[in-house]
C-alpha cells in the first residue's frame, strides 16, 4: 500500500513539475517572440535636481506589453530572461535603443541604463556599450549605467575589470538599489562609483521611521565625503523630498516628479534649466 501511495504522489509531483515546466516554457517563449516581435519597449523617468527642481536625466526602464496578459512588470520578466541569457541580446537593444532616444535631447540631460550581473558573463559587454555610443553619436558622459551590488558579489575580479573598462570609454557607473545587500559598504571599496542610488525603501520611510532616516543620512554624508553623487529613488512626497533636500542629497526620482513614460521627446524637447542656488 505505501508502495502504492508513494507511486501516486511521486505521479502527483511528475505531473505537477510537467505543467509547471510548460508554463514557465510557454513564458520563455512568449518572451522570445514578444522581443523578436518588437513588444518590449522602453519607458523613461525623469531624474531631477534638488535644488534646481529640473530634469537632469532619465532611467530606461523596459517594459513588456503582453497581447493577452497586458503589461507584464519588469521583476517577473527579467528574471527569466536572466535565467534564458536572453537579457545579453535584450540588454544590448536597451542600450541601443536608449542612447538613440537620449541623443534627440539638450546635451547634459544623461540617460540612466540597468544592466543585469548576466550581461557582465558576455564578453562583447564593452563592445555592445561602445557601439551604442558610436551608432547614436551619445557624448559617453552622458550615459550612465546602473549595477546593483550583485555584480560585485559574483567573479567579483573579472566584473571589476568590466567596470574600469567601461569607464575608460567615459561612462559614469551608478550602484543602484544602495543598503538593500548586505555589504554594501564594502563594495564601495572594490569600485569608485560615480554615483549611489539610495534604494526606495529606505526613501519611502523617510521622517517616519528614525532608522531610514538615520541611514538616509548617512549614505548621503557618506557620497559627500567621497565625492560620489546620491540620488533617492521612489521619492513620492514633499516631506520624503525635503529631509532629502536638507541633507544634501543632490538627485531625486519618484513618483513626485515623474512616473516612467514612453517618449520624453514627445511631450517637447528637453532642455536643462540652469541650477539656481537654493
Ligand atoms: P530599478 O532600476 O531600481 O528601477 C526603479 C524602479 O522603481 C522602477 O520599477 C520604477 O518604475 C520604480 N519607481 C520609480 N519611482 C517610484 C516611486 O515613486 N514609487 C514607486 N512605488 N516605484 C517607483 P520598474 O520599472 O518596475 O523596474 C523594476 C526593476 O526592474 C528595476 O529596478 C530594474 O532592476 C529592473 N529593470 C528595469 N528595466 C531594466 C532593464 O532595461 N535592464 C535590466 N537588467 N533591468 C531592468
Ligand atoms: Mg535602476
Ligand atoms: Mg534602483
Ligand atoms: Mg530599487
Same mark, same amino acid.
Given at each position: 500500500r505505501a508502495k502504492a501511495d508513494g507511486g501516486c504522489i511521486a505521479h502527483y509531483f511528475e505531473a505537477a513539475m510537467d505543467s509547471w515546466d510548460r508554463s514557465r516554457r510557454r513564458r520563455e517563449a512568449d518572451l522570445h517572440e514578444a522581443f523578436a516581435r518588437g513588444d518590449l519597449a522602453l519607458a523613461y523617468q525623469p531624474v531631477v535636481g534638488v /535644488?534646481? /527642481? @529640473?530634469? +537632469?536625466g532619465f532611467e530606461a526602464l523596459l517594459r513588456w506589453h503582453h497581447p493577452v496578459e497586458g503589461a507584464i512588470p519588469p521583476s517577473e520578466f527579467v528574471p527569466l530572461a536572466e535565467e534564458t541569457g536572453l537579457i545579453v541580446p535584450i540588454g544590448a537593444w536597451v542600450l541601443r535603443q536608449a542612447c538613440a532616444e537620449a541623443s534627440l535631447w539638450a546635451d547634459p540631460v544623461r540617460i540612466a541604463v540597468n544592466l543585469s !550581473? +548576466?550581461?557582465? /558573463?558576455? !564578453?562583447g559587454l564593452v563592445a555592445t556599450v561602445r557601439e551604442a555610443l558610436a551608432l547614436s553619436g551619445? @557624448?559617453?558622459? /552622458?550615459l550612465e549605467l546602473e549595477v546593483t551590488e550583485s555584480v560585485l558579489l559574483a567573479a567579483s575580479e573579472a566584473n571589476v575589470a568590466t567596470l574600469h573598462a567601461l569607464r575608460d570609454l567615459g561612462v559614469r557607473i551608478a550602484m543602484d538599489d544602495?543598503?538593500?545587500?548586505?555589504?554594501s559598504l564594502s563594495y564601495l571599496q572594490k569600485f569608485p562609483f560615480d554615483k549611489i542610488k539610495i534604494d526606495r525603501s529606505f526613501v519611502s520611510r523617510l521622517g517616519e521611521d528614525p532608522h531610514s532616516t538615520a541611514i538616509v543620512q548617512a549614505v548621503i554624508g557618506l557620497g559627500a565625503s567621497l565625492g560620489i553623487v546620491t540620488v533617492a529613488e521612489g521619492v513620492e512626497t514633499e516631506v520624503q523630498f525635503a529631509h532629502l533636500r536638507a541633507e544634501g542629497c543632490e538627485e531625486v526620482q519618484g513618483y513626485l516628479f515623474g512616473r516612467p513614460i514612453p517618449a520624453p521627446q514627445a511631450v517637447g524637447p528637453i532642455r536643462r534649466e540652469p541650477d539656481v542656488a537654493a
Open positions: /535644488r534646481s /527642481r @529640473a530634469i +537632469v !550581473p +548576466v550581461q557582465f /558573463r558576455d !564578453p551619445l @557624448a559617453p558622459h /552622458r544602495f543598503g538593500t545587500g548586505y555589504c
